[in-house]
């Protein structure tokens, strides 16, 4: 279906464009005709995104892991992101420590999951912003924050956020951030989140890496990008001192 649409927008788009050559406007059903091709376009789009969520969330827990550098894997989704990122007016701005050990992971699963990420910091800035995308070694993990300067979300929707098929956004199916979180949990990681209206949102991913696959995350330093509370997926030992995800 999406096929024939972009057919039909095509033959309309070239009949306009020869009539414009001849100097000739397309009539007032014309135009009609063609703006309602495009929304159908759109609607097609929207609804093949729900399902392929649903297919993603639906399909779980096959997970078959190999050494990965996980900075080129970034490198990658933000190179994919940043042409609709910029006409949106979103500004990238990369931190991605070299030398890193490889993780172990599903590479198709783990790029899902950041790409929910980086579209939800997408759609937390309609009007445009920051993102900030940080990778760095913490002890025996690898740590992977994505961080927005965009709306920001509330304590009650910070506490559903995670939740499945819970979402506040027109047309969300309340599975991209489930879905992140359980193939990140589904690799012995960690996902935590801080947020604040009007400031933004800051998820730190957590991952172990290859070189140390057991043992429990050490606790981390204090640090705070928002002020807000973190909500995490899980609780790492020694945890007491810890000042909240970037």
Request: charged residues 25%; glycine residues 8%; aromatic residues 4%.
């Given at each position: 279906m999406?096929?024939?649409l972009?057919l039909?927008?095509e033959?309309?788009?070239?009949?306009?464009s020869?009539?414009?050559?001849?100097?000739?406007?397309?009539?007032p059903?014309?135009?009609?005709?063609?703006?309602r091709?495009?929304?159908?376009?759109?609607?097609?789009?929207r609804?093949?995104?729900?399902?392929?969520?649903?297919?993603?969330?639906?399909?779980?827990g096959?997970?078959?892991?190999?050494?990965?550098?996980?900075?080129?894997?970034?490198?990658?989704?933000?190179?994919?992101?940043?042409?609709?990122?910029?006409?949106q007016?979103?500004?990238?701005?990369?931190?991605?420590?070299?030398?890193?050990?490889?993780v172990?992971?599903?590479?198709?699963?783990?790029q899902?999951a950041?790409?929910?990420?980086?579209?939800?910091?997408r759609?937390?800035?309609?009007?445009?912003?920051?993102?900030?995308?940080?990778?760095?070694?913490?002890?025996?993990?690898?740590?992977?924050?994505?961080?927005?300067?965009g709306?920001?979300?509330r304590?009650?929707?910070?506490?559903?956020?995670?939740?499945?098929?819970?979402?506040?956004?027109?047309?969300?199916?309340?599975?991209g951030?489930?879905?992140?979180?359980?193939?990140?949990?589904?690799?012995?990681?960690?996902?935590d989140?801080?947020?604040?209206?009007?400031?933004?949102?800051?998820?730190?991913?957590?991952?172990?890496?290859?070189?140390?696959?057991?043992?429990?995350?050490?606790?981390?330093?204090?640090?705070?990008?928002?002020?807000?509370?973190?909500v995490?997926?899980?609780?790492?030992?020694?945890?007491a001192?810890d000042?909240?995800?970037?």
């Amino acid at each position: 279906m999406a096929i024939n649409l972009a057919l039909l927008e095509e033959d309309w788009t070239r009949a306009a464009s020869a009539k414009n050559a001849k100097e000739v406007e397309l009539s007032p059903r014309e135009q009609r005709a063609l703006r309602r091709v495009k929304t159908l376009q759109r609607e097609v789009q929207r609804l093949e995104h729900i399902v392929q969520e649903f297919l993603i969330y639906a399909k779980g827990g096959e997970i078959n892991r190999a050494p990965r550098d996980l900075a080129q894997l970034l490198r990658e989704l933000l190179e994919f992101v940043e042409v609709e990122d910029a006409g949106q007016g979103i500004r990238h701005h990369v931190d991605l420590a070299v030398g890193l050990p490889m993780v172990l992971i599903d590479e198709s699963a783990i790029q899902q999951a950041l790409l929910n990420l980086l579209v939800n910091a997408r759609q937390a800035m309609p009007g445009g912003g920051e993102l900030l995308v940080r990778l760095r070694r913490d002890g025996n993990w690898v740590e992977c924050s994505v961080t927005d300067t965009g709306i920001g979300m509330r304590p009650d929707q910070l506490a559903h956020c995670f939740d499945e098929y819970w979402s506040d956004k027109k047309g969300g199916t309340g599975l991209g951030l489930s879905t992140a979180r359980r193939i990140i949990e589904e690799h012995g990681g960690s996902i935590d989140v801080v947020s604040e209206p009007g400031r933004g949102t800051s998820f730190s991913v957590y991952l172990p890496l290859f070189v140390e696959l057991t043992g429990e995350r050490p606790p981390r330093a204090a640090r705070q990008t928002l002020d807000a509370k973190p909500v995490t997926t899980r609780q790492p030992a020694n945890d007491a001192n810890d000042g909240g995800a970037e």
